[in-house]
């Protein structure tokens, strides 16, 4: 159904659609919107994917009881299930507090698993207070990501390991040129049929478009101070995984 100029869900609608800007408001009134839906979207939209993704993100970060795990920008806690059932301390962080709250209704039953609001560039949390520190899908829609990058570094204990999932670029001039007609021309008309907020599906696809690839953000990652940088593809590059480790000791100043 097309709103009048004149309806207020029209106004709802524009003021929850993000763009590169990546304002923190806009952003997480946004997640707040699709917050329900947000998972079963992601999947159908995916085709399933999202799943391999996840289960590949779980594998790398390989959690194990006694850890203390974060899993920023968890949205409504499917990644952090998976890495809680480990028997490590799960944190499942996020800037939107209608993802946070949805996490908590679904999963209120699983006492290593604690909901927490934060905002990526500014962590509630000490120095040196996690094990491993993860985020899938959520350093694009930050609005300093490289910030970001620096406060994960601070929260993690050295030695500790950083994993982040994020959409990348496939190398594949012929396969990219088929991905890019999927987000333009099917993911549109998908999202409009399943997601409350198909404009979000929008900024999806303006936020892939314009986020760095594979080596520019792992110059990014060891800009931050991370070491042992490295990367993998998933799903021919439409997503890369990568990881680092924070050093053991503090760099003696040069």
């Not at 920008?73 to 299930?81: D, F, I, L, P």
């Not at 760095?212 to 042992?228: F, M």
Request: net charge positive; charged share 25%; glycine share 6%.
């Amino acid at each position: 159904m097309t709103s009048r100029p004149n309806d207020p869900r029209a106004d709802d609608a524009q003021q929850n659609r993000a763009d590169l800007h990546k304002d923190p408001a806009r952003v997480s009134g946004m997640f707040d919107q699709v917050a329900k839906n947000y998972d079963r979207t992601n999947t159908v939209l995916s085709m399933g994917n999202d799943r391999m993704w996840r289960a590949a993100t779980t594998r790398a970060v390989a959690p194990r009881a006694g850890q203390r795990i974060l899993d920023l920008a968890a949205g409504t806690g499917a990644s952090s299930v998976a890495l809680a059932r480990s028997g490590a301390q799960v944190v499942a962080a996020d800037f939107s507090p209608g993802m946070i709250a949805e996490g908590e209704r679904r999963h209120r039953g699983i006492r290593n698993l604690t909901f927490v609001q934060a905002d990526a560039t500014a962590l509630p949390f000490d120095a040196d207070e996690f094990d491993t520190v993860t985020m899938s899908f959520g350093l694009r829609n930050v609005n300093d990501p490289q910030k970001a990058l620096r406060e994960l570094l601070r929260v993690t204990r050295p030695g500790g390991r950083l994993i982040v999932c994020e959409f990348s670029h496939p190398p594949s001039r012929s396969f990219q040129g088929l991905y890019r007609f999927y987000n333009d021309r099917i993911l549109p008309v998908v999202a409009k049929t399943v997601s409350s907020n198909a404009d979000a599906y929008d900024y999806l696809n303006e936020s892939i478009r314009e986020w760095p690839d594979q080596r520019a953000l792992s110059a990014w990652i060891r800009e931050a101070g991370w070491t042992d940088v490295a990367y993998r593809n998933l799903s021919l590059g439409i997503v890369a995984l990568h990881r680092a480790t924070k050093p053991a000791a503090d760099r003696a100043p040069s």
